[in-house]
Each structure stands twice: as structure tokens, then as C-alpha cells.
């Protein structure tokens, strides 16, 4: 580094912002679950990202100046952009499970609470298998889920809540007639 300083002209063969830059692209693609919901891409993205982090670490201590052409410095900040394209998407399928659990959540639980209401006039009397904590069970699970970021899990656990309270409310109908 000191020699970059002295001989006037000369620069870094890899620029430190930019692999930095990368790496902090790979944490938030672990972050968001990349490997879960985008495969390929995530697995292309960590492959060229390993194979440049690895020339850009045996480059370290080269300089050169700054007309030669840096190949390893365009291949980086191309990963960089495809990075950030990466994380955009899984932004954006990431707010789209949360709205979606939250509908359902929201769905079931207001449904939950008509069933209980239905329940309650027939004599506190549950008509179906499964017990109201079974699906309060749920209908915590979810949200916990949910709260965690887990939007994908919550929807699996809302849905199964749902289709319990759908069940409950048919065998309700059925009885109050």
C-alpha cells in the first residue's frame, strides 16, 4: 500500500469498496433466504463470487496503472449489479409473502373469532374433533411466524388454521339448522 502512494499514478488492481460492496450483497442474500428462494441464481451468484473473491484476495497487493485495462474489477462490479438485482427481487417476493400472510392471518383470525361466536350459542358446545386450542395454536404459530419474517411459514401455518376454522364452521352450520 505504501508503494501506491509513492509512485504517482499507479493504483489498487482490485478496489477494496468494491468487493466490500459484494460481500455485503452475499450477507444479504444469506439474510433473505436467496438459497430458498431463488436457487440458481443464488447459486450462480455465490459460485463467480467465490472465484472473484479468491483473485481479488491472490491480487491484493498489486497495483497498476490506471489506463491498463481491470478486468477483475468490471467482472466485480457486474456481480455487484447482478447482486443487487438479486436482492430487489427477493425485496419484492419478500413484501409479497408478508402482505399475503398478513391477509391470512387476518382472514383466519377473523374467522376465528365468528366460529367462537357461533360456538358460544350452541351451548359452548365444540361439534368438530379439533379443539378451539388447536387452533389458537395455530393461529399464534402464524403470527409468531410472521413476526419472525417468515412469511412463507406463517402462510402454511394460517392456511392449515384456516381449513381447521372452515371445517369447524361447516359442522356448525350443519347443526344449527
Given at each position: 500500500?505504501?508503494?501506491?502512494?509513492?509512485?504517482s499514478g499507479?493504483?489498487?488492481?482490485?478496489?477494496?469498496?468494491?468487493?466490500?460492496?459484494?460481500?455485503?450483497?452475499?450477507?444479504?442474500?444469506?439474510?433473505?433466504?436467496?438459497?430458498?428462494?431463488?436457487?440458481?441464481?443464488?447459486?450462480?451468484?455465490?459460485?463467480?463470487?467465490?472465484?472473484?473473491?479468491?483473485?481479488?484476495?491472490?491480487?491484493?497487493?498489486?497495483?497498476?496503472?490506471?489506463?491498463?485495462?481491470?478486468?477483475?474489477?468490471?467482472?466485480?462490479?457486474?456481480?455487484?449489479?447482478?447482486?443487487?438485482?438479486?436482492?430487489?427481487?427477493?425485496?419484492?417476493?419478500?413484501?409479497?409473502?408478508?402482505?399475503?400472510?398478513?391477509?391470512?392471518?387476518?382472514?383466519?383470525?377473523?374467522?376465528?373469532?365468528?366460529?367462537?361466536?357461533?360456538?358460544?350459542?350452541?351451548?359452548?358446545?365444540?361439534?368438530?374433533?379439533?379443539?378451539?386450542?388447536?387452533?389458537?395454536?395455530?393461529?399464534?404459530?402464524?403470527?409468531?411466524?410472521?413476526?419472525?419474517?417468515?412469511?412463507?411459514?406463517?402462510?402454511?401455518?394460517?392456511?392449515?388454521?384456516?381449513?381447521?376454522?372452515?371445517t369447524r364452521?361447516?359442522?356448525?352450520?350443519?347443526?344449527?339448522?
Open positions: 500500500m505504501a508503494l501506491v502512494g509513492s509512485i499507479c493504483v489498487e488492481a482490485v478496489p477494496a469498496d468494491v468487493v466490500e460492496a459484494v460481500a455485503h450483497i452475499d450477507q444479504d442474500l444469506v439474510e433473505l433466504r436467496a438459497g430458498e428462494f431463488f436457487p440458481t441464481d443464488y447459486t450462480q451468484f455465490s459460485h463467480q463470487w467465490m472465484v472473484l473473491k479468491a483473485r481479488a484476495q491472490a491480487d491484493e497487493d498489486l497495483i497498476r496503472w490506471p489506463w491498463e485495462p481491470n478486468e477483475l474489477e468490471v467482472a466485480l462490479r457486474q456481480l455487484q449489479a447482478e447482486g443487487d438485482r438479486i436482492v430487489a427481487r427477493l425485496t419484492k417476493e419478500h413484501e409479497s409473502l408478508r402482505r399475503s400472510a398478513e391477509a391470512k392471518i387476518a382472514q383466519a383470525e377473523n374467522r376465528f373469532q365468528i366460529t367462537t361466536l357461533q360456538v358460544s350459542v350452541v351451548d359452548g358446545r365444540f361439534l368438530s374433533r379439533q379443539r378451539p386450542d388447536d387452533i389458537e395454536r395455530l393461529m399464534t404459530q402464524a403470527r409468531v411466524l410472521y413476526d419472525q419474517g417468515q412469511y412463507d411459514q406463517s402462510l402454511i401455518a394460517s392456511a392449515r388454521a384456516a381449513q381447521s376454522l372452515f364452521s361447516a359442522v356448525l352450520r350443519g347443526e344449527l339448522r
